[in-house]
């Protein structure tokens, strides 16, 4: 990445995804009005993606009732995705749209994709109702990632979202305080 894309704006896309055992047209037009995931790993069928892909499944309710939807990508087709749903118990229990992105286009616009190899890294992107990027984090691939601590981060973007002037300093938890950056600060903490 050359350029930060923490505050742009979701580019246009158009795929298809499969749903609660559906094929399903989306849009970023379908991220927009709410707090949104995008989730990149490399591909179906592989090793880290699988327990990382379970873990958000594990985390998914709670996410909807922060009113967030979360939608994973891969390089893979929607039928890839449909058969791996079958034939995985982990991936068997995913609720959230699986979007199949085998142009690679979306996963071009995040700047995730790995062009020899035609594969996503490990990229989380967490969009405000608007379609503005808050989040922007990028593994490689022998590393996976933790849903627990991508909720904390969204419960702090939206927390920053509705509370203006105030920060959410390291580690910080829902209910914990929060701080107002001001000069009276500089030095002290």
Sequence with gaps: MTQSIINSTIKPFSATAF???EFVPVTEQDLLGKWSVVFFYPADFTFVCPTELGDM???YAKLQEMGVEVYSVSTDTH???KAWHASSDTIGKINYPMIGDPTGAITRNFGVMIEEDGLALRGTFVMNPEGEIKVAEVHDL???RSASELVRKIQAAQYVATHDG???PAAWQP???TLA???D???KI
Excluded: Q, R, Y
Aim: overall charge negative; glycine content about 20%; charged content about 15%.
């Design 79 to 81: 039928f890839t995705h």
């Design 57 to 59: 499944a594990d985390h």
């Design 175 to 177: 209910g914990e305080e």
């Design 185 to 187: 600060l500089v030095g």
């Design 142 to 144: 022998g590393i996976g």
């Design 181 to 183: 950056p001001s000069i």
């Design 19 to 21: 749903h609660n055992g």
């Design 166 to 168: 105030e920060v959410c």
